[in-house]
């Protein structure tokens, strides 16, 4: 089966991002992770000696950049508009980073396709990708989880999301073959 | 009989999602230097083994654990914990490539089953039996150098069963003994279970360009339009002589799906994928193009259209030496 062509972020978001508060967004993202890493221990634990790497997460179809730093398990993020500093960058269009996570796509494949590009710590990179896959994350149910009365609007918002644009905003199904 | 497929799994989500697509056998390796495939975030704690051959146990899979690399002097006992464990964990076999591990092994636990790795290079009969013989080895991970006849000639002089690969990355080296990696690095696949590794591979951007650098030496540089380059010495595209080209090998997967009815004629019991170091995603994808195959095969069916090209290293594949053309 081949990897599926990775969609076009919608030009609204990165429009958004444009004039969005990025401290607000940068505690909000700091809160979410550290929500993830509750749920999920096996993520950082997996990290192992590449846990105190600053990652910087470059999504090049928007206008900022995610700095992540994982603090042994006490992960922050901050988002900038400039350049982040950090010890490893994973660069690609938006889309394909949330495909990453969600198992979506194999990490070998966008790299081999370009559609993906690493530098800097290249043991970091391989120790965070292998983290995230082996944590299968859910991020639409990772925040219906914090969403109480909401969480069933944010499940059906995001599978619409997902069906107008193609990005990948949940875990998809397993093929059940055997 | 169906032919067994047996696949890779670096992590314990990407041992389910085998399982779940289908894989009749898995196999995979505890975080540390016993086994190949020793990178960052990859493998098995003791007790993520145990839970991994449960949940195989429990959906009618096995589990192999690898245990293929050679023991430093000195550090044996490393290896043999790690022998003791896979056998605590309940897993089905350990494959394994050293004469002293077999020993080992064949002598503290004599009910384990027995697998010989690829990296023991064993590529002709005599040698095979003199393992079962000596050990008691159940199967043989056949080196990636044999024709299709070729193997078919082995089988027909060995009752140990036979795998082959027929999936994933290839290696120019005669099997189990590697220096390239060693000589850029200082690590090894066949002492630390790290071929190329992570922490020694660079990448950088250059206007479109993109070098990858192990070690400190360039060893490919891809044009914008080009694939990005593997990291490993052997599939360099390195200048000399007045000529540039890949000295070693060409950046190019193994891909034996059509060739599957001549493997199971001349006797193979399994096939094996390539990749433990791949993901979850990958496992799943290759795993239920491969068992769709061995299915078809023994329905009777033609084989389907491999559509597993955008996933291999280099997105280029061969058949390797099973077809030696070069002969």
Known sequence: MPQPQVPHCPAALARILRVAPLVPLSLALTAFCRHIGKRHPGLFRRLGEHSRVRFVL?????????????????????ALRGNCEGEARISGPFAALLG???????????????????????????????????????????????????????LQTAAFAERRTGVSMARPEEDLAW | MVMEIVCPAGTPAALR?????????????????????????????????????????????????????????????????????????????????????????????????LHLSVQAAAANADIINFYAGTFGVKRVVLPRVLSVPEIAAINA???????????????????????????????S????????????????????ELDAKLGGFTIHRAAKDEPAPYPTLCKGCFSA????????????????????????????????????????????????????????????????EGMLARLSEGQAMTTGAYKKTWR
Request: glycine share 10%; net charge negative; charged share 20%.
């Open chain 1, 58 to 78: 470059n999504p090049v179809d928007l206008p900022i950049m995610l700095c992540l730093a994982p603090n042994g398990g006490a992960p922050t993020v901050r």
């Open chain 1, 100 to 154: 990453l996570v969600h198992g979506a796509y194999d990490g070998d494949a966008l790299f081999f396709s370009r559609d993906l590009v690493i530098e800097g710590d290249t043991g970091a990179v391989l120790a965070l990708r292998n983290a995230v896959d082996d944590a299968e994350l859910d991020l639409s149910q990772e925040i219906a989880a914090l969403s109480g009365p909401f969480s069933s609007i944010i």
């Open chain 2, 241 to 304: 002589g007045g000529q540039t080209g890949h000295l070693f090998e060409d950046p190019v997967s193994l891909n034996a799906e059509q060739l599957i009815p001549q493997l199971q004629k001349a006797g193979v019991r399994a096939l094996k994928i390539e990749g433990r170091q791949r993901s979850k995603s990958y496992v799943a994808q290759v795993v239920r193009n491969f068992r769709a195959a061995v299915d078809a095969l023994e329905a009777g069916r033609p084989l389907p």
């Open chain 2, 157 to 187: 002089e060995t009752d140990v069963e036979t795998e082959v690969f027929v999936f994933g990355g290839l290696c120019v080296m005669a099997e189990g003994r590697c220096s390239l990696s060693s000589y850029a690095t200082g690590l």
């Open chain 2, 17 to 113: 999602a085998a399982v779940r697509a289908g894989a009749h056998t898995v196999y995979c390796g505890f975080n540390d230097e016993t086994n190949a495939r020793n990178f960052p975030g990859l493998n098995f704690d003791r007790s993520e083994m145990r839970e991994g051959v449960d949940f195989a146990h429990a959906h009618g899979a096995r589990v192999l654990v690898a245990i293929n690399t050679f023991p430093r002097a000195g550090d044996q006992s490393i290896w043999h914990r790690a022998i003791d464990d896979a056998k605590l964990s309940g897993a089905d076999a350990v494959i394994l490539a050293d004469a002293g591990l077999l020993d080992y092994a064949a002598r503290t636990h004599p009910g384990l089953r």
């Open chain 2, 189 to 208: 696949p066949n002492m630390n279970g790290v071929c190329s590794p992570a922490s020694h591979v660079k990448y950088h951007d250059n206007n479109g």
